[in-house]
């Protein structure tokens, strides 16, 4: 079984940073993309930042410049640096990943989120 867990999120005053974690476990073969979505209240998911399974990234243009994505393929683990926070950026952050399991099958898998909250 599969899981992915979040962690780091919390409240930051505007300008602040926060750096969000998402560690990947269970019967895995490979990892392809991961990425960072959020769901602010009343809106729907959008994507933040994916990056490949050879470091190649995207952002969505909001969050381009003040966060960054990376990841560590050994540790099956992805982060979302935020910095320069502004109260828009208010949300249920979620990564997910697809991920090929010990049968070869792929699937996209979800964490169940982590709240980040920026008062102004």
């Known amino acids: 079984q599969v899981q992915l867990v979040e962690s780091g999120g919390g409240l930051v005053q505007a300008g602040g940073s926060l750096r969000l974690s998402c560690a990947a476990s269970g019967s895995i073969s490979s990892i392809n993309n991961m990425g960072w979505y959020r769901q602010a209240p009343g809106k729907q998911r959008e994507l933040v930042a994916v990056?490949?399974?050879?470091?190649?990234?995207n952002y969505a243009d909001s969050v381009e410049d003040r966060f960054t994505i990376s990841r560590d393929n050994a540790k099956k683990t992805v982060y979302l640096q935020m910095n320069s926070l502004k109260p828009d950026d208010t949300a249920v952050y979620y990564c997910?990943?697809?991920?090929?399991?010990?049968?070869?099958?792929?699937?996209?898998?979800w964490g169940k989120g982590t709240l980040v909250t920026v008062s102004s």
């Open positions: 990056i490949t399974s050879g470091g190649s990234t």
């Open positions: 997910n990943a697809r991920i090929v399991d010990y049968y070869s099958a792929t699937r996209l898998y």
